[in-house]
């Protein structure tokens, strides 16, 4: 399992419904903008997009407040991961984090070394599993670049700036690039949180954004990458295929970034849930730690059982967990749970609690 | 100019709408099916689509009647067309023909020789551009692989099966891989021209197809590869990235190739109108020659003028021609024109006739 989402093996394709927490998509649904307009796209369809994609790239940068030069564009966050890494000989990657950089790494055949995240246990807070800034410093030497999340999956655990400043400068004196994976970044509901404005001033800094998670439309494949070297824009461009886009994506960028009345909503839901849902899962036996997290999804540590075991189990209840066996730095004692809203949460709590009494 | 379809640069983004005659799609539009259907595409969005497309490879199995393991996936024709490129050394090209088989091959370091079309004046019948078969089989002893069109763009011309066969069969004897663009084949309105067939005993054949340009929605970025060569696929889809098909694109599938109501009538429509568009191109005093096609586009040489004389005249009244200065083996003489409805075939006859009087 290298990836979450795949509701299809052991649930469409056998006429099953499940309820999927392998993913992590905004359970708001796909913004009501974007529904209500889709017969624009239509009309649309019978052309080609503009190859350029010139007013798509001015909505982004007036939504990011960014230089509409510093945006490359990818048939999802997945094309721009593999086109960075791409060029790259050896890269510093975080364990654990998404299985994709180290794909992209393994078929370009970039050398890739790990950094492991640190787990620390915090007075009145709980666990957490945070980036060892000493080590990173100390790797990034030996490599080309580090590929970083922010928020990082599967943990959730967000960046501290005044800590990551000091690899952010001396990899941009060192002529060694940072990329940082925001695909989860507006979940925070802090876009302070965010590294984008320094990629003004560090030009060796490449920050990859998603559409789909925030917005509940993976299925139009579309992500992002800023970064302010022109020069490596180019570069990495000529490795792109035509017309990269398709018209749903380049239509729905316009509708739903400036959809504020969705993006409140998303973020007065995400808030909640987080807090209720970690402490509801605290409260459940099957896991030994529930760590903390600043995504929409939360690591759990389980105290008895596989994660083969408790992925049996679920799916017997028609529901869907991220198994963590296949990612570097963890084993099969882990899975990963989307938040979702609260009626499927409940319901998944109490899918757990009958489990419980079970095993 | 490399590709046609550009209504933005001159169009759109001043405000200017144009009748588009440089991109070659089905003027019938976007099938009543999918538009009637787009809400299940809808609620699908906020699933990831699956990430082994296995329903889309059954649909396009049992359209084609091919095995479903001989299929692979891409975000258009264009990502197919790179793959396939990708994995050679040198290549013959057929010139002039679509322009990103160079590209392709260029981006990969792939060394590029061509082979020439040989213009014939037919009695009763016109000027044809047609393939070289003996140049062919000779310069394809010094290359890994051949591409070629069916029928081939710009001029429309398809492949004589009893004179390629010789070439195909000593390719497979040799190693050499055979790729057949075969996006435009559904235009000829006769499926058996078609080298699919051939698949099955030539293991060494690819044959490329296209969604986009005879259901007319070349926004969805939809195209296909047919190859019963497994381990040669299982290798060029390693460097695919994950997901690269949409949901739309997806469920496109599913809807437009049953739709049998909507290929008669195309089918009807094309035969009609490459003929009677044909005919009165040749009336025209700017061509010299109009180059007999049995795609949905003509290739035309001009008399007195260039191609870019003849975009601006058109512009300037509210016509996209392509130009072809930009393909090897054609100079700034030729244009290509697609073949739409009878109301807009007179109306750039007429827009013709204007331009007539005045150079």
Known sequence: MIHGGDVYTDGI?????????????????????????????LDALT??????YRSLKEDLANYNNINKEYFILGNG????????????????????????????????????????????????????LDYDYEDIM????????IVIGNPNNPNGEIIKKDKFIEILSYCNDNKKRVIIDEAFIEFIGDMSKSLINYTEKYSCLVIIRALTKFYAMPGIR????ICSDKKYLEEIRKKQLPWNINTFAEFA???????????????????????????ELK??????????????????????LSDEKLYELTLQRGLLVRKCG??????????????????????????????????
Chains 1, 2 share one sequence.
Do not use: H
Request: glycine share 6%; aromatic share 12%.
């Open 222 to 225: 579309f992500g992002y990458g």
């Open 13 to 41: 394709l056998k006429g099953k419904e499940l309820i999927d927490y392998s993913s992590n998509i905004n359970p708001l649904g796909v913004p009501q903008g974007f529904k209500e307009n889709i017969l624009k796209a």
């Open 77 to 128: 966050a997945a094309e721009i991961i593999d086109l960075t890494i791409s060029q790259e000989q050896s890269i510093l990657i975080i364990a654990p984090s998404f299985g994709e950089y180290e794909c992209s790494a393994r078929k370009n055949n970039c050398r890739i070394i790990y950094s492991y995240l640190r787990e620390t246990y915090i007075e009145n807070i709980g666990y957490t």
């Open 283 to 304: 409260k459940i036996e099957l896991f030994e730690k529930v760590y903390e997290t600043s995504g929409n999804f939360v690591l759990c540590k389980l105290k008895n």
């Open 326 to 359: 296949s990612y570097e730095g963890l084993n099969n004692r882990y899975i990963r749970l989307a938040i979702k809203d609260r009626e499927l949460n409940l319901k998944v709590l109490q899918i757990f609690k009958s489990i419980e009494g079970e095993v």
């Open 47 to 52: 052309r080609y997009p503009d190859i350029k």
């Open 253 to 279: 960028v316009s509708e739903v970034l400036r959809d504020s009345d969705y993006i409140n909503k998303s973020i007065k839901w995400i808030k909640e849930e987080r807090k209720f849902f970690l402490a």
């Open 138 to 145: 100390n790797k990034t030497k030996e490599v080309d670049a």
